[in-house]
């Protein structure tokens, strides 16, 4: 079996081990061929390139770590994207996220608050071909008013709450994925439903995620 095989099979098997709180002890066979799809070795900084196939998160710099496979595969799959879905990420981090989503759905606007982890990742995006996904470094708490509204909202760091702008982006029918919880102290994922009578809430998972930065600038910052 190859390590990616081996990757597959560890993720399968903690979806069907978490399926009592996530509601899903499958995924979907798309997002899991995304995740093959995806070179992960690309994503990750040089000395971590041997352990990226592994199902565990790395550090990308600057503090901040890619997702474990799992939850990268599991966050998307709750996304419940379409090849017609417009996706909004609220931290890029090194792409990656961005990369697997874009598999999948229409378009993705991705926004990060490091300017130096917005211009490598645009980098490596463009130089591996996805051309579906666009890049800004801004405060994504405000989430990205010139692409709303959005069919999914992802963000992959955890807020104390849910920020408004983001509710406020999301089309009827959407779904935001969204960790919740102080810093370093316990915080779930959870899925936002928006209706046209009102917001649904659902819990899903445990998690631990890097917190959401708060940003000095409201507006797109220069970075090249
Ligand atoms: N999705 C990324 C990993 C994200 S780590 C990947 O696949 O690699 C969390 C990211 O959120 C970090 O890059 C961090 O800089 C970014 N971030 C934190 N606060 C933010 C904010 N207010 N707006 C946008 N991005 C933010």
Redesign the pocket.
Known sequence: MSILDQLIVEIEFDARVCAAQTGRATLAPAVLSAIRRVPRGE?VPREARAHALENRPLP?G??????QPFI?ALMTDLLDLTPHSKVL????????????IACLAQQVI?????PG?ATE?RQRLARLGYTNIEVHS?????GWPPGAPYDGI????AAEEVPAALLAQLKIGGRLVIPLGAPHSAQSLYVYTKHATGIHQEKILDVL???????FQHHELTDQ
């Open positions: 994503f990308i600057h503090a901040q770590t890619i997702s990268v990420e609220i931290g890029t981090g090194s792409g990656y996220q961005a990369a697997v991705s926004v990060e608050v490091i982890l990742a801004a405060d994504g708490r405000l992802i963000v992959t760091a995620f890097v917190p959401l930065i708060e940003g």
